[in-house]
């Protein structure tokens, strides 16, 4: 063992209970319970370990979210202190407290300024439902109640309750009992596989345009918003031609549907930009926002409001009968204070627009792009995917190119890499305070797994 600690059970006990008591996410939880999950134990920086004492470079950022890494003193010592000082109050009736107007104070003075105002959530997916109130909402205000409809993406991904799975565009999680009335989607802008003959810039204005054509078979009169990730994160790590949000906007504008941009992932400096959308250069209504908010430490997402929207229901909405208990919570707005203060004071965000994320690209360029498995290196900052090609010439894809990904991931894991698997994209996404010598091992090690899935299909 190479641990500082020994856990306090043995493994197969733990999974033993884990299996008689949890349903985990997105997985056959027969087949889980017969592997057994891997039990994770202790966090430092980028790395894992876990109950085998086994080291892991978590290239995930757990799940986009540890923005400073793991054991962070400065965050744990902003939850002790507020938990002593005031471990709860609320946001009903009248009343407020000091962590979470500091919180907002921050969090405006990082965001461009046409925003003005936040409804504090517990999660991302909370985001989405309230976004979809709050724009119905402000619809009404304005006179315009009919105004109902969203419209989002295939393969968008924007939460895993009723609202927000609706709002996404996972079939599969449609056919489980995730669908309401008034959302509609269009297709995502994923070049490589849908782009055919189509320059990407032909590709990415034609996604756009359907946005126009949905919404006028809906009737303008009826379409509230749109919702998309700046960059598709859950659904592949897919970022769309430049053409794309120029064009969205333009639509957005043109008929009076807001624009609301999911920054639940791309936001708190992924992209080298505090937020996603001022990578791509657009202008967004709303932003929903979580995970890196607190770097992961503790529950909270928000959704962001333009001072156009906020002007109209503050000054002319009356109440908004919506509230949630922990909606500011002082311990997660503590620790979101703490985490902003640390990305901002210690020029993280710049660093990975400057230093770390051209390091990880021209690595990645050098190491893979000229290897007979991968067709596409996209991302920026510290984001990037690699995407599986079975032919380069034509962009054929791999008819098991999940199995394959699944199993490059599970060679990660093995070498001691975390990377996320997609359909036919390996992800990564490292914790925004990653070093040079950190990437070096991001990037060898997942090129063993890759090289190894690459025999697998013949490639190598
Ligand atoms: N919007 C986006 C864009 C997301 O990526 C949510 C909303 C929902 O957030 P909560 O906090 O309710 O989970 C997400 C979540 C993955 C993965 O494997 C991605 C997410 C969650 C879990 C796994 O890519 N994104």
């Known amino acids: 063992m190479n641990l500082p600690f020994e856990p306090q059970r043995q493994t197969r006990d733990y999974q033993a209970s884990d299996a008689a008591h949890h349903i985990h996410a997105f997985v056959d939880q027969k087949a889980l319970n017969a592997e057994g999950p891997r039990v994770m134990v202790r966090g430092e920086g980028l790395y894992l370990w876990d109950s085998e004492g086994k080291r892991y470079l978590d290239g995930m950022s757990g799940l986009w979210c540890t923005q400073l890494g793991y054991g962070r003193k400065d965050l744990t010592a902003a939850a002790a202190a507020q938990m002593d000082q005031l471990a709860y109050y609320n946001m009903f009736f009248h009343t407020t407290h000091p962590a979470v107007i500091e919180l907002s104070e921050l969090l405006f003075s990082l965001l461009p300024g046409h925003y003005s105002h ?99 078979e809906l009737g303008a009169q009826n379409v509230a918003g749109f919702i998309a990730e700046p960059f598709q994160g859950a659904g592949g790590m897919i970022f769309p031609p430049e053409s794309y949000w120029p064009e969205i906007q333009r639509i957005c504008r043109q008929y009076d549907v807001l624009l609301c941009a999911d920054e639940v992932i791309g936001g708190f400096g992924r992209t080298g930009e505090w937020f996603a959308h001022q990578h791509f250069g657009f202008e967004p209504d709303t932003l929903s926002i979580a995970k890196g908010l607190t770097s992961g430490y503790l529950p909270m997402g928000g959704l962001v409001l333009s001072k156009r929207m906020a002007e109209a229901l503050v000054e002319r909405g009356g109440v908004f009968a919506h509230g949630l208990t922990y909606s500011g919570h002082p311990v997660a707005a503590a620790v979101a204070l703490a985490n902003l203060k640390a990305l901002r004071d210690e020029g993280i965000v710049r660093q990975v627009k400057d230093d770390t994320g051209p390091y990880l690209h021209k690595l990645l360029h050098e190491v893979f792009g000229n290897h007979p498995l991968i067709g596409e290196i996209q991302g920026t900052g510290l984001l990037a995917a690699l995407q599986f090609v079975e032919d380069k010439g034509t962009r054929k894809r791999f008819a098991n190119e999940n199995d394959l990904a699944w199993q490059c991931r599970t060679f990660g894991f093995e070498e001691g890499v975390i990377i996320r698997s997609t359909l036919g994209r390996m992800i990564m996404a490292p914790a925004l305070v990653a070093s040079h010598a950190e990437l ?18 013949g490639k190598l």
């Open 118 to 216: 936040v409804i504090y959530t517990n999660s991302g997916s909370e985001a989405n439902e309230v976004l979809i109130r709050t724009v119905r909402r402000y619809w009404q205000v304005l006179g315009k109640p009919q105004k109902k409809i969203m419209i989002g993406r295939w393969n968008g991904y924007h939460g895993s309750t009723l609202a927000a799975s609706a709002l996404g565009g996972m079939k599969f999680m449609h056919e489980m009992g995730g669908l309401i009335p008034d959302v509609a989607h269009i297709d995502e802008p994923y070049w490589y596989a849908q782009g055919g003959e189509l320059t990407p810039a032909e590709f990415g204005r034609r996604c756009a345009l359907q946005l126009e054509e949905k919404i006028l």
């Open 440 to 457: 070096d091992e991001l990037v060898d090690k997942t090129r063993i797994a890759v090289d190894r899935t690459a025999r697998i299909a």
